[in-house]
C-alpha cells in the first residue's frame, strides 16, 4: 500500500507542476508549446536530479565494496606471512 501511495504522490506532484506551467502560460498569454517545452525541461531536469542520485549512489558502494575487499585481501595476506 506504500507503493501505491508513494506513485500517487508523485503523479499528484507532476501534475501539479504540469498545471501550475500551463496555468502561468494561459494567464501570460503565451503559446502553449512554450508551456509544454518548459513542462518537458522541468520533467527532465527533475528525471537527471534522480539518475545521478542513483549514480552517485553507485558507485560510492562500488568504491566502499572494494576498499572492504583490498582490506580483506590485505589480512589473508599477513595471515599467509606468519
Known amino acids: 500500500m506504500k507503493t501505491f501511495f508513494t506513485i500517487l504522490l508523485y503523479l499528484v506532484i507532476i501534475l501539479l507542476i504540469g498545471g501550475i506551467v500551463f496555468g502561468v502560460s494561459i494567464l501570460l498569454e503565451r503559446p502553449l508549446q512554450e508551456a509544454a517545452i518548459i513542462y518537458a525541461l522541468i520533467l527532465a ?3 537527471l536530479v534522480v539518475l545521478l542520485k542513483k549514480l ?4 560510492r558502494a562500488r568504491a566502499q565494496v572494494l576498499r572492504v575487499v583490498k582490506q580483506q585481501n590485505a589480512e589473508r595476506d599477513a595471515d599467509l606471512g606468519m
Open 45 to 47: 531536469a527533475w528525471l
Open 56 to 59: 552517485i549512489i553507485y558507485y
